[in-house]
């Protein structure tokens, strides 16, 4: 009696169950091992593709939808994200909307994405690149989750490919052919902004897109605006683009040095750009040569320094320091985790990726900027270095989750944000031309079922 119960059970939970194949079920395992090693620092949630077995009461509804049973009582999808991946996302298509191709290629359409893809700003093409590639693409708007607006203009108008007055005029004429767009206010639709102008890049983002899922390293422009474009309930920080070769696992172009090897305690290799904290390392530097390696670069980054170079640099000291810039992002707290050296942030307003399930006080330090002078550097020597191997051992770990790699890695960026993605899916969509009748037709202001809208339309 007992068994044919269990196994009824089991079938009924198989027959509900998420897709896990033999890779998930692997990945799971190995998850399960890393959370358990690393004592919470991923939360325990994280990316585990649960076995259907142990879970008996989710039915597909109850796993996106809030659900009272008969009895009154109230079941919660698991902290919004669900037990395994299942996001449909549409990918918007170069030649189906007029403005699209400027977008990712100037006006002349002249601007090659190859020449887009590495530096700093190469998320916006990397992203594009694996999301068409994504199993959770769908080809079908209506039944996606999620609706992915391609764009790679940082990098287009960097190259002179689109200036600020046409990326806005731009992106406005876009914006107005996609029904989709409107039915949600763009609640359901997704941006990269790979720089720390984050959406800025856009003149008029703040009426148009600033109900759109926004992706970006950092948005933060308190400095030079008044207005951050950054929102902590709807938006999601990305990973930085790291050069390709330091991420390529086995044999990165750089490898980390021993740690009795390294010659400074600290660095900070970087331009100045007349930010005060980063000045404050130079004069440091000045004063504890051989402590602080911090040298006035007039450019600075794997590019100019020469790639190899930069990295050998970086790799010399127990600590990388990571000033703020012209934002509060930095690409070398990044790039910290792959040459092996502890990130310290000296950065206020940062914002860091993942932190739902992140503790970054496992694997960065973070100091107070107002406090930038001999008094760090007094704070860092007299860390033990069995703490700074126990911080950077964690990083190792951890940094699969800033690469750019492949859906079929277990662990990498794109892993990450599938699931940021997922908690931010919306089951129901308005706008405030959205209405909806008795028998749940959309339609619009005019009374206008929703598959007849006709774009190209007036927004907000
Ligand atoms: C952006 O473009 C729209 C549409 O052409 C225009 O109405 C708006 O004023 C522009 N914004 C800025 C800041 O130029
Ligand atoms: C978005 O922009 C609209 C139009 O400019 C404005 O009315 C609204 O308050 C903004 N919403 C948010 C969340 O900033
Ligand atoms: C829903 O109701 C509206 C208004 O009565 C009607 O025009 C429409 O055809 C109905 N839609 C469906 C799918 O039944």
Redesign the pocket.
């Known amino acids: 009696m007992g068994s044919l119960n269990n196994r009824a059970k089991i079938f009924t939970a198989h027959h509900q169950a998420p897709p896990c194949t033999r890779t998930h079920q692997i990945g799971a395992i190995l998850l399960v091992a890393a959370t358990f090693f690393l004592t919470r620092l991923f939360d325990e949630s994280f990316p585990a593709c649960i076995p259907s077995s142990f879970d008996h009461h989710i039915t597909p509804q109850s796993q996106s939808l809030v659900h009272v049973t008969d009895g009154g009582s109230l079941s919660w999808p698991q902290r919004g994200y669900g037990t395994y991946l299942s996001l449909k996302i549409y990918i918007y298509e170069e030649y189906e909307i007029d403005g699209l191709k400027e977008l990712l290629r100037g006006r002349e359409g002249k601007i090659s994405p190859d020449a887009c893809l590495k530096g700093q700003w190469g998320t916006q093409v990397k992203i594009h690149r694996l999301f068409l590639k994504s199993r959770f693409r769908t080809r079908k708007k209506e039944e996606a989750d999620l609706f992915f607006v391609p764009a790679y203009v940082k990098c287009v108008r960097m190259m002179g490919g689109l200036n600020d007055k046409e990326i806005n005029q731009t992106y406005v004429k876009v914006l107005s052919q996609m029904p989709y767009f409107r039915r949600s206010g763009g609640r359901d639709h997704v941006f990269v902004f790979p720089s720390g102008a984050g959406a800025h890049l856009f003149r008029s983002w703040a009426t148009y897109i600033n109900r759109s899922i926004i992706l970006t390293p950092e948005g933060d422009r308190t400095d030079k605006k008044d207005t951050s474009a950054f929102n902590t309930w709807k938006d999601i920080i990305i990973p930085g683009n790291v050069d390709d070769g330091m991420t390529r696992r086995g044999t990165p172009t750089v490898q980390p040095l021993p740690l009795s090897k390294r010659k400074y305690l600290a660095n900070y290799l970087g331009r100045a750009q007349g930010k005060v904290g980063r000045l404050k390392l130079i004069e440091l530097a000045k004063q504890y040569p051989d402590k602080l390696e911090s040298p006035e670069l007039k450019f600075s980054g794997p590019d100019k320094l020469g790639r190899m170079e930069y990295f050998q640099n970086l790799r010399n000291a127990k600590f990388c320091l990571a000033p703020r810039g012209e934002s509060s992002w930095t690409l070398r707290f990044y790039e910290s985790f792959f040459v092996e050296c502890v990130p310290v942030i000296l950065s206020d307003q940062v914002e860091l990726p993942f932190q739902n399930v992140i503790d970054y006080t496992h694997v960065s330090i973070k100091w107070p900027s107002t406090r930038i002078g001999p008094e760090l550097l007094d704070y860092l020597e007299a860390i033990p270095d069995e703490d700074v191997e126990r911080m950077i051992a964690r990083g190792r770990l951890i940094r699969c989750l800033w690469v750019y790699a492949p859906e079929s890695e277990l662990c990498s960026a794109m892993q990450g944000l599938m699931w940021e993605l997922q908690r931010k899916v919306r089951q129901f969509h308005q706008s405030a031309e959205t209405f909806w009748?008795?028998?749940r037709?959309i339609v619009n202001r005019n009374l206008v079922e929703f598959s007849s809208w006709k774009p190209p339309m007036p927004l907000p």
Do not use: E, R
Request: glycine residues 0%; charged residues 0%.
């Open positions: 009748l008795h028998n037709t």
